[in-house]
């Protein structure tokens, strides 16, 4: 091309709603796994992709080999700081992918790991970062069988990012998925929520909150493993990373044709994360987590499931938030304490970016 000439973008093509028509560049809304996240797929890489790409995209897919079940999952972590109370990006980055494959319903088994370095970042640090990742791997059960490293300039990364895959083996009879939420179901959430967010936060910006929060980050393959031992048919498991608890259930609600019913005063939020929200003007339902997962199971056999994850010191603290119902469908509603009902909207973007 001429040094002239400029390179155009026709965005009068794009056949997508705002705010990608308002948004020629990419901002960081586009990253937060909210409505912006969601218009840039659906209406920028599937049409790119073509027939190249599955109908149906998720944090993980489940597809046959051989007359094996195996689960894939790709995944890529920016988090700032590099480290922050409770975790490392090391470890983020196994507990990540782990959990994506054991929200399918997974064994992960083996993993691949990539590190695009920052020119300048000491070495010190990048061995902790190495060694934080390799301790949850064997912590998890998974093996790290391949990988990659890249160099970029000073001024051009945050230290480390880094690059993950995971593959993991599903067991005849587990189908768990995002489609198979029904009326009558019942919302359990593993644990405390919003407390990987506001840990993060903790480290932005010399913010001080009065007490300590730590990340939840871990890896949740045990704590599946004890649900499906049960024998419950379990329709829908997710961990509410970006976007929260009411991304997720968003997500779900509208892959699943059906409304989702929420009791605020059910939601375990503790004390600090509830402080810290207000402090800072966010909703902890929006707030990401790294160490929880939500399941939606028939009501009739909830009972079974609890007590089987209040067996595992990962979610002791498993309780039902909500259930499916057959008003607003594809919406997330929530009673409030003073008896009225909220709408819980898909986020636009991300609250706090740059958090997982």
Known sequence: MPAEETAVVDLSAWVCPLPLRDSPNIV?????????????????????FGSAAEAELGDSAVFDVGGVRLAFSTDSYVVKPMVFPGGTIGDLA????VNDLAMTGAQPLVMS?????EEGTALTDIAGIAKALGEAAHVAGVRLVTGDTKVVDAGHGDGVFINTAGIGIVAD????????????????????????????????????FGTEVRSDCAALNGVVADMIATGVDIHV????????????LNEIAQASNIGVALVERDLPIPADVRDACGLLGLDPLYVANEGKLIAFVPREDAALVLEAMHGNPLSVGAAVIGECVAEHRTMVVARTALGGNRVVDLPAGEQLPRIC
């Not at 196994?94 to 992918?97: D, F, H, K, Q």
Request: hydrophobic share 40%; proline share 4%.
């Open 173 to 208: 009879g587990v189908d768990i998925s995002p489609t198979r939420a029904q009326v009558g179901d019942v919302v359990i959430v593993s644990g405390d929520i919003g407390v990987h967010g506001v840990a993060v936060m903790s480290c932005r910006e010399g913010l001080e």
């Open 237 to 248: 498991l997710r961990d509410p990373t970006r976007g929260g608890v009411a991304a997720t």
């Open 113 to 117: 790991t990539a590190f695009i370095l």
């Open 94 to 97: 196994v507990n990540g992918t």
């Open 28 to 48: 960081m809304g586009h990253g937060g796994g909210g409505a912006m996240s969601a218009e840039l797929i659906e209406h920028l890489f599937l049409p790119s």
